[in-house]
Each structure stands twice: as structure tokens, then as C-alpha cells.
């Protein structure tokens, strides 16, 4: 079963982080992300550029209209995302626990029950 891990960021405490921490922790996840590639369990991951550049849409009477933002009233914003082919949802919590990361924010873990084709990923 595939699985959206996504993490979230918080400028205020990637801020606090020191410069020195912030490189180990990148190699750390790099490290990690090739183990999963190699274990054949991440199909993708993808940092996400910075929120002021996201673009929002939605319909009003049938017509797209588009703004900038997200202007949302939270700290936390959409950072990156991994989609991983596990066994059960088991596994996929155990590789969200062992991303780096997880020792400054909550990692989400949400199934994907339904999706293109295999070939999409």
C-alpha cells in the first residue's frame, strides 16, 4: 500500500536550529532517503518551495480564481512530502519515526487508498 508522509515546517524553530545542527540533520535525511530508495519503499520525495511563492484556487461561480498564499493563520506550512509502497501501515509510521526531522516536528502519515496507475509513480 503507498502512503503521503508529509512534513511541515515552522521557520521559527528551523530558525533555532544552529547552522552546524541544520547540515547534520540534511545529511542525516539524505542518508535516510537512499536507504529507503534503495530498499526499493520511497517511490518520491519532494521539498516543496517557500510559501510565499504557493498560489491558491478556487471556483467562484464556475470561474478559477487565483491569489496568492497560503495566508493561513498558522506557524506550520507544507515543507516536503515522500510517497512510500509499504507492507502494512506499520512500516510506514516506522519510517516516518526515523526521519531525522521527527526529532522537531510531527511527521504526517496518511494512507493512499486509490490512485492512477502503478506506472503514475
Known sequence: ?????????????????PQEEKEALIAATDAHNTSLFES?????????ADQADAKRVRLEDGIPVVT???????????GSFYVVDCEHEERALEIAGGMPSARFRDIEVRPIPHGGSADDF
Not at 526499493?40 to 516543496?48: I, S, T, Y
Not at 496568492?68 to 507544507?78: F, M, N, S
Open 40 to 48: 526499493g519503499e520511497l517511490l518520491f520525495a519532494c521539498g516543496v
Open 1 to 17: 500500500m503507498k502512503f503521503l508522509i508529509s512534513i511541515y515546517g515552522n521557520d521559527q524553530v528551523w530558525s533555532s536550529i
Open 68 to 78: 496568492d498564499g497560503p495566508y493561513i493563520e498558522t506557524k506550520e506550512y507544507l
